[in-house]
């Protein structure tokens, strides 16, 4: 038995915030993992119809929505027999990486140490192995992320135009966001949206997403007409799904924090 289950096993769970007789129900519960305190925050939903925990990946966070009137003594038995899971997810947390001088990124799969050069002003300068950028230290970050974003810009948007090509459909526009729950999107009207972050990724991943959201362009569902089409724009299809499900969370330990929920196994309808 791994020794963080023999911890578990040993603590189990409790309810921190207790209240009184006359006050507001627990916000929270705890459970130790590894000798670490875990915190579990707990919403009350009256639209939710089941408890459901889910990871928020970029904070690290946990949180449980429980639906009205489920008792403490549910939802601490949820969490308990999640408590392998959790353990799981804090295991596999990715430590956050901010976008700071000496910080090495991977730029289409590559990695550049970030730089701070006074003489650079304002721009950000990439080389083989360097981002480079001047002025005040305490923007670089910023700069950085800009500056990866722009270039998300254009890279995604040419593999989505070659693809694009390819399949003889038009798109009728491309956006690149910070997406949270999936890498790209497809609208019914030709617009594509898709992860900056994809920048950080492998370039032939980044034409995977853009070959996938294209293929939607002709097939608005996941149907085995819209696998074989996708495959056909990118052969490699099963090779980068397989890349992303590995490597895809620890594009978002990079730069600024957004919320992305990640659903413990079994707690919730999707
Ligand atoms: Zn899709």
Known sequence: MPDFFKALSRSGTRSVKRPGLLSTPPT?????????????????????????????????????TLPLGVSMQTADDMVRRHSGWLAAQIRKSPQKVAFEPGVPVPVCGRDRLIRHDPETGHRVIMSDDALTTGGDPCHVPRRVEDFLRLLARDSLGSHVRHHAQRLGRP????????????????????????????????????????????????????????????????????????????????????????????????????
Not at 28 to 55: K, N
Not at 228 to 248: K, Q, V, Y
């Open 28 to 64: 929270s519960l705890s459970l130790a993992i590894d000798g670490q305190d875990i915190e579990i925050r707990i919403v009350r939903s009256a639209q939710a119809t089941r408890l459901t925990l889910r990871q928020d990946i970029r904070s690290g966070g946990f949180r449980l």
């Open 171 to 270: 798109v009728t526009g491309i956006a690149v966001r910070d997406t949270v729950s999936r890498w790209g999107s497809c609208s019914s009207t030709g617009r594509i949206n898709l992860s900056w972050r994809l920048i950080l990724a492998p370039e032939w991943i980044a034409s995977y997403v853009a070959a996938h959201e294209v293929a939607h362009l002709a097939e608005m569902n996941h149907g085995p007409r819209f696998w074989r089409l996708c495959r056909e724009l990118f052969p490699e299809t099963d090779a980068a799904r397989a890349w992303l499900r590995h490597h895809g969370t620890g594009l978002h330990r990079y730069g600024g924090p957004a919320p992305v929920p990640q659903k413990a196994p079994e707690s919730g309808k999707n």
